[in-house]
């Protein structure tokens, strides 16, 4: 997307435009041009951004247990557990096995480490949310628990760009660029989008890019 400019130091206002021979199906048939006009919301989009970075990169500090505690799975969140040890651990769970305790009997995995963190306290119920989050997943891949993303959603908005804050080119430039390296840009962690759709140019025959200035009504648009 290019870069238009910033609005009331909370948006960036950037163009879509794609000449017609990038739009050519799979049967050579051209699709006409895009140009559009978007208007992203700074902080929700670098919010989301970080918050995603945060749920990818962020290994959980755990705490070991005093005594190890014997885990009273079924057979298939066992198999779950085993398969994806790496991922509770970086979730800040860590479980032993007992290869010697019969498959399926309740006590062959035992947890010995627990996530820990200065204002969220964990608990074996996360561990259950996060083998119910799993087996949907292909093995291995990444699960954050409610309580893990409720945190990185706080941190996220922390560190993100605020509503208020005048940004250069460059700065407006990384924050769209950010949102096309996440699956899911379109909500902040708390619900609030991140871009909304603001105009189809090339349907007014693209003058308003040659020159030719056309009123837009900030004050209305916002009222909508």
Not at 22 to 29: I, P, Q, S, T, W
Not at 114 to 120: A, G, L, R
Request: charged share 25%; with cysteine.
């Amino acid at each position: 997307m290019e870069i238009v400019g910033q609005f009331n130091l909370g948006f960036i206002i950037a163009r879509r435009h794609t000449s017609p021979t990038a739009l050519v199906d799979a049967h050579g048939n051209g699709r006409g041009h895009m140009d559009d006009l978007f208007i992203v919301d700074q902080h929700a989009a670098d919010e989301k951004y970080n918050f995603e970075t945060l749920q990818q990169t962020t290994e959980i500090i755990s705490q070991k247990l005093i005594r190890p505690q014997p885990l009273e799975l079924t057979a298939a969140d066992e198999i779950l557990a085993t398969e994806n040890l790496d991922v509770l651990k970086r979730n800040g769970f860590e479980i032993d096995i007992d290869d010697d305790a019969t498959f399926g009997d309740g006590h062959r995995l035992k947890l010995v480490a627990q996530p820990i963190s200065e204002n969220t306290v964990f608990d074996v119920k996360d561990l259950e949310e996060l083998l119910h989050l799993l087996q949907d997943r292909p093995t291995g891949q990444m699960v954050r628990c409610s309580k893990a993303r409720a945190m990185f959603a706080m941190r996220a908005c922390r560190k993100s760009v605020m509503i208020g804050m005048a940004l250069d080119r460059r700065q407006m430039t990384s924050v769209v660029r950010h949102m096309g390296m996440i699956d899911q840009p379109w909500n902040c962690p708390h619900g609030r989008p991140t871009m909304r759709h603001l105009s189809d140019i090339s349907r007014t025959g693209g003058d308003w890019w040659k020159g030719r200035r056309h009123s837009i009504d900030w004050v209305s648009f916002g009222n909508q």
